[in-house]
Every structure is written in C-alpha cells, then in structure tokens.
C-alpha cells in the first residue's frame, strides 16, 4: 500500500459497504432503484424519485465534472500537505449526484470549474476512498 495521508472514515456497515470498499474492483459504487433507475446518493432506504425500496448499488462510469473547489491552504489535519484541493464533482450518471473529494493527483494549478475529471481511489486497509483526478 503507498504511503497515504491517514483520513478519517465512517464506521463501515451494510448500508455504506458498497461505498467506501467497492472501489476494490476499480468501480465507484452508487444506488440505484431498481423500478425507476434513479441514482441515490448518500445511501437511503427508498429511492427519492418514486418510493421504492428496490434500490441496490451498482457501479457507475467514474466519470464526472468539478463544479466547485477551493485550495485549503490551513493544515487542519498532521498528515495533509497543504496546499490541497478540497473539490465538489458532479457525477456523469446524474446532475443531482455529487460528492466532495480531494484531487492528489493533478495540479493544483490545473484544477478549474467544467473540468472533466475521473475517479481514482487511495486504499487504506478493506477501505478504497474515492478521489477524483484529470481525465
């Protein structure tokens, strides 16, 4: 395993596994409803579009698009270098669904709103964090 910036994560249970140690396959795991085909992030019971508890991760294309950054420049944490991009991407699958990622891999210099970016994941133990990075 490389060397990582340790980060905090959230107890792992049945309702977030497919999140955070899907990645092992190289695929970002989203939910999906069954019965109406709406993405559904973060995790919930029903699906918001239609009610139906049909709903069940499944990988999605790891592409998606910045819609918004900043550069921390405060080392809030030991481990993290600053400066880093603290960044929110929009997933290709749907509008609604965006996630907040670092972006370790590109540039500080060269992230910018519209970027096309593509997951990538930084494994820590049974867990792969999903970050993002140029596409």
Not at 65 to 89: K, L, S
Not at 98 to 117: A, F, Q, S, Y
Request: aromatic content about 8%; overall charge negative; proline content about 9%.
């Amino acid at each position: 395993m490389a060397d990582h910036p340790k980060r905090a994560f959230p107890a792992i249970t049945q309702a977030n596994h497919h999140f955070w140690c899907g990645g092992k396959d190289g695929s970002l795991h989203i939910l999906r409803c069954g019965d109406c085909g709406h993405w559904i992030h973060p995790y919930a019971a029903r699906c918001p579009a239609c009610r139906s508890a049909e709903i069940a991760p499944q990988p999605v294309s790891g592409r998606a698009t910045v819609v918004g950054f900043t550069v921390n420049h405060q080392q809030w944490q030991p481990d993290f270098e600053v400066p880093y991009v603290v960044a929110i991407v929009e997933l290709e699958e749907q509008s609604d669904i965006r996630l907040m990622t670092n972006m370790p891999r590109t540039p500080i210099e060269d992230v910018k709103v519209g970027m096309p970016v593509k997951v990538c994941f930084e494994q820590h133990g049974e867990i792969f964090c999903p970050l993002f990075e140029a596409a």
